[in-house]
């Protein structure tokens, strides 16, 4: 951690001792996988929306990345009805697939 009047500090450090200001209080770092989101509560089947937020990318990505193959077909289920087809996607798979993939999410190359 470091002070504003750029000393070095250790976290238990409440007070710079070089300029006397409070240290910055520490932030928890944010997580960067899906393996280290904590999640308290997700529905087993998400919508397009829902799943779109959970991996935070639009749904228009997320629908090309089902039509270029790139999202394996167990992430998600599609519900054929008399007028239209519904797309359902597993939380638990959609998941783990986004702690697999390398880099960005992303519908290039």
């Not at 996988?33 to 999640?39: F, N, P, V």
């Not at 992430?75 to 783990?96: D, F, P, Q």
């Amino acid at each position: 951690m470091q002070c504003k009047c750029g000393n070095e500090l250790p976290e238990e450090f409440r007070f710079c001792p070089a300029c006397g200001k409070p240290a910055p209080k520490p932030q928890n770092p944010v997580p960067r996988i899906a393996d280290e989101l904590e999640i308290k509560q997700v529905d087993p089947m998400l919508s397009p929306v829902e799943a779109a937020r959970l991996l935070k990318i639009s749904r228009w990505k997320l629908d090309e990345l089902r039509i270029q193959k790139k999202l394996p077909p167990n992430c998600y289920v599609i519900i054929s009805g008399k007028k239209k087809k519904t797309i359902r996607y597993r939380a638990k798979e959609l998941l783990n697939w986004a702690g697999t993939v390398e880099g960005p999410l992303t519908t290039a190359g």
